[in-house]
């Protein structure tokens, strides 16, 4: 009877693969600031904590401030640990994204936009492909995202751009080269975060401006991780091209779970869909063809 544990072996070796098949990247903790990123601008209104760990970027009414990479990365996952300013942080805006900052330029951004007290933020996405952009989508969060820290997540390789809010796919951006969209592929980009004022846009498109009486308006950060192909600005390819964990076969589409995750923000929390907006879009952007798959 030697066989007979066989078939359970295989049925839990199965469970096993089909579980971590539903794993999203995962989120690594205590990566100091200064393993990965340098200030910007605005160096004093930048301050440290915990060694590092720990960080705050303050906006008053001179000025705002923001941070970014040292290296520059083709593909990989890009994770940070953020805590919105609290109250009332109308005209607010604080953004975390991946850009290649050239003329023709490859980005990637999260960006949350402040509210009065007591009414939702709003988190837009945005993907750019050389140079062009206009992709919005929005979202209200199933939290406050000023209560606690919450984990913003990029996971970039060549069959996708995912955005993660904690293990939440929020957004998918499928590589659609055969529908004649550029997919950013070639063009090494930084990551970059900041906090500012944008009381000209952002909040019930304008309407709503910053109330300086409540400043200094504060955005904590932590986790600072970084795990991607670092590359020069110049280079046109990562050395180690199909070889990394986020080319894998598990990270080129999401799995049955995670689509039911991101049909669920789709339907509960989106406010606004670039690929829906027929006035703004009469015929649809051929990459929402895939978009409206989800
Ligand atoms: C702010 O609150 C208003 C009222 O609830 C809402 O319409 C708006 O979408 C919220 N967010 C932003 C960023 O304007």
């Known amino acids: 009877m030697a066989s007979l544990p066989s078939p359970f072996v295989l049925l839990c070796f199965l469970c096993l693969v089909s579980f971590s098949m539903a794993a999203p990247p995962r989120k690594p903790i205590n990566v100091p600031f200064q393993r990965n990123y340098v200030p910007t601008w605005a160096f004093d209104h930048i301050k440290y904590f915990n060694g590092g760990n720990d960080i705050q970027l303050v906006l008053d009414k001179y000025t705002g401030t923001g941070f970014q990479s040292k290296g520059s990365y083709l593909f990989g996952h890009f994770s940070m640990q953020l805590k919105l300013p609290a109250g009332d942080s109308a005209g607010v805006v604080a953004a975390f994204y991946l850009s290649s900052q050239n003329s023709e330029h490859d980005e990637i951004d999260f960006e949350f936009l402040g509210n009065r007290s007591g009414q939702p933020p709003i988190l ?27 984990f913003y997540s990029v996971l970039w390789n060549m069959y996708q751009i995912v955005f993660y809010v904690d293990d939440v796919p929020i957004r998918v951006f499928k590589n659609c080269k055969d529908l004649g969209v550029r997919f950013p592929f070639n063009q090494p980009m930084k990551i970059y975060s900041s906090l500012w004022n944008a009381d000209d846009w952002a909040t019930r498109g304008g309407l709503e ?44 589409d999401l799995d049955g779970y995670q689509y039911r995750r991101l049909r669920w923000v789709r339907s509960k929390y989106t406010i606004y869909n670039y690929c829906t907006d027929r006035t703004r879009y009469p015929t649809m952007p051929p990459e929402c063809k895939r978009d409206r798959d989800v």
């Open 209 to 252: 401006k910053t109330d300086w009486s409540k400043a200094p308006f504060i955005a904590s950060y932590r986790g600072f991780h970084v795990d991607g192909c670092e590359a020069s600005v110049e280079s046109k390819f990562c050395a180690t091209q199909g070889m990394r964990w986020w080319d894998q076969k598990e990270f080129q």
């Open 124 to 150: 837009q996405t945005n993907v750019f492909t050389g140079g062009k952009g206009d992709r919005e989508q929005r979202i209200y969060l199933w939290f406050d995202p000023a209560k606690e820290f919450h």
